[in-house]
């Protein structure tokens, strides 16, 4: 019969229990499909298990946790039979306990998983020695040890930084902040390029250590970028930097931070239409030359939507100052205006290449007319994020649509988790995938962010329940409990792929920064908006810290106004009342030393019940897109 499967194969399906009985039980799938999966004397169960956390057998206790309600991941084989197929269970990962909070909404559970990613890198770059980023490399194998290629690369380099910056921010952990400062200094000494006579600064590509000398590599090295500066790679340079400015108030890196924002404002920002180039020439600094190739007056996502994510958000968190407003309001201006395909019969995703004048371009390199799943999701995240401090029709409506439209072309409905590149344009109603069914790390971040926030403004069933499916997935496939940290990717089974970069724990596209944001704004929204819980943060600025109008900001995210205030602040483990709880700043006294601030942010009174529930919803509680 046509669509008969003749052959038997391996898979995952993931959903909510609706009945056991006997040597069976039944899940609703994500997207609302009834699947019976047949347990076997051989079926294992175990439960959702955090980074650090030793494996957690349930297969005794299995038919307990099987209740209705209940999230569940069933791996095993299917078999084609004269009923359709039959799912035979090898192993669940149970989600979350009968009558508890999920693992991941507990208090501490992301938190707890940065302090180990943390411990992770620290151990696999620099050992049990000192900290010293010479030996740094950019290229980490997936067991956690460095390859052979010497190069550094600086963008990488300030990921690694974010990440130890944002491990001290919600840990306290010294050790964390030490790796984080010297790897700022570092960029700085060995990585920055002060144009005197422009009064600008830029960061080099990186630096190849071979043989223990220092060559530096100005341009690009990377492939799609090649003898280029990637607007990319600038804005990236800034992740760590801007990270440990908010924790130190260290005026080296505010200066550095403001050199490489008039190097956007100047050189990539196109004062005529809008939005920043994508790339520049490395000599003389203008985004026409023809050596630039197809990179030649291009604008595209990265160059206009990375910079709020990457850094600008967290400068503006802490200077509050309104120039970096106003750029952000700019580049989210150009989101919408520009991005959303408006063409007849246009498809659901945003348009990503673009030439100077904003005509999308569906010819260039590997994009051509294709979309990144997690490229959407981000959009609608960080307008989010921009919506509680600039709200505008415009921002609601496109993340409003993004969010609604995506679960059912980019996520995968009978296993979990979230796809990677597609076709922009359907083919018989589906969208199909461009290279493979994969699942990588950091778009599972943009689609439980996304879906967050969104919760945590809105208090909404439908978009709470993504959130949480897209967690479990992640913390059910994507943490490597053998040797530490994070899959790049995963088969779409969740079974680990490693093949290839995507192998590596540390490469050009990866290192800490995306794993460090997730595990930080997962805490954040999950504590202060989605459960209405208090949080601390620790910072540590230093005696002469180039703070604006002498405050120490501590607000954690844009996030809702009027939600959340300071409840209590410590300094240096002593009681310190000179704060504005409602502007989340603290005054700091005059010192000769450091001091450390410990801040407890906390739900305002009269802010609204939080969105807690005790257990997923099944799709039957709610509307689907």
Not at 224 to 239: F, K, N, T
Not at 554 to 569: F, K, S, T
Request: glycine content about 10%.
């Amino acid at each position: 019969m046509p669509g008969e499967v003749p052959f038997s194969f391996s898979d995952l399906t993931a959903g909510y229990v609706t009945g056991l009985r006997g040597g069976s039980f039944t899940l609703k799938t994500l997207d609302d499909r009834e699947v019976t999966l047949h347990l076997t004397a051989a079926t294992t169960a175990q439960l959702l298990r955090n980074l650090g956390e030793p494996y957690l057998d349930a297969t005794d206790r299995m038919r307990e946790y099987l209740t209705p309600g209940a999230l569940v991941f069933c791996y095993g084989p299917v078999y084609p039979g004269e009923e359709g197929l039959h799912f035979q269970a090898d192993r669940l990962v149970l989600a979350h306990r009968p009558e508890a909070p999920l693992p991941y909404e507990e208090p501490g559970w992301w938190t707890r998983q940065l302090d180990e990613l943390a411990r992770f890198y620290r151990r696999t770059q620099f050992g049990d020695g000192p900290v010293d980023f010479a030996t740094y490399r950019t290229r980490v194998h997936g067991s956690g040890h460095k390859t052979d290629q010497h190069v550094q690369e600086g963008m990488t380099i300030s990921r690694l930084v974010y990440g130890m910056a944002t491990a001290y921010l919600l840990t306290g952990d010294e050790a964390h902040l030490e790796v984080a400062e010297r790897g700022a200094q570092y960029l700085h000494d060995h990585m920055r390029f002060h144009d005197e006579g422009e009064d600008i600064v830029y960061w080099y590509h990186g630096i190849d250590r071979t043989d223990s000398r220092e060559r530096k590599l100005f341009a690009s090295e990377s492939g799609d970028d090649y003898r280029a500066i990637p607007a990319y790679e600038q804005i990236y340079a800034l992740v760590g930097l801007t990270q440990t400015y908010r924790v130190t108030g260290a005026p080296v890196l505010k200066k550095d931070i403001e050199g490489t924002v008039s190097l956007f404002e100047r050189f990539f920002h196109d004062p005529r239409m809008g939005g920043y180039y994508s790339h520049i020439d490395p000599v003389t600094l203008s985004p026409h030359h023809d050596g630039l190739g197809p990179n030649h007056a291009r604008k595209n996502w990265n160059s206009v939507g990375d910079h709020a994510p990457a850094y600008l958000i967290n400068l503006y968190l802490a200077t509050g100052e309104d120039r970096y407003l106003r750029m952000l309001e700019h580049t989210f201006d150009m989101i919408v205006t520009y991005l959303p395909d408006r063409a007849p019969g246009a498809g659901p995703f945003v348009n990503e290449r673009f030439h100077a004048d904003w005509t999308p371009d569906h010819t260039w390199g590997w994009q051509q007319n294709r979309a990144v799943v997690g490229h959407n999701l981000k959009i609608v995240w960080n307008l989010m994020r921009m919506q509680a401090v600039r709200p505008k029709r415009e921002y609601r409506e496109l993340a409003a649509t993004l969010a609604a439209t995506m679960p059912a072309v980019g996520r995968d409905g009978q296993r979990g988790g979230w796809y990677d590149v597609l076709e922009r344009d359907a083919e018989q109603g589906r969208h199909a995938f461009v290279w493979h069914d994969r699942k990588t790390w950091w778009q599972q971040e943009q689609a439980i962010l996304a879906y967050l926030i969104l919760a945590g403004h809105d208090g909404g069933e439908e978009p709470l329940r993504h959130a949480r499916e897209a967690s479990a997935f992640y913390n059910a496939f994507f943490l490597d409990h053998d040797a530490g940290g994070v899959h790049f990717t995963v088969l779409a089974s969740g079974i680990p792929y490693l093949v290839g970069d995507e192998r590596l724990k540390g490469s050009h596209a990866m290192a800490m920064y995306h794993k460090a944001e997730l595990c930080y704004l997962a805490e954040v929204y999950t504590r202060l908006l989605v459960r209405g819980e208090p949080l601390d943060l620790w910072f540590k600025p230093h005696a002469d810290a180039d703070l604006p109008d002498g405050l120490l900001r501590v607000a954690p995210d844009l996030l809702p106004p009027g939600r959340v205030v300071i409840e209590h602040v410590l300094l240096d483990g002593a009681p310190w009342h000179d704060f504005d709880a409602q502007e989340m700043s603290v005054r700091l006294p005059p010192r000769d030393d450091r001091v450390t601030v410990r801040v407890r942010l906390g739900p305002a009174k009269g802010a609204g019940e939080p969105v807690v529930r005790g257990r997923p919803p099944t799709p039957s509680e709610g509307i689907r897109p």
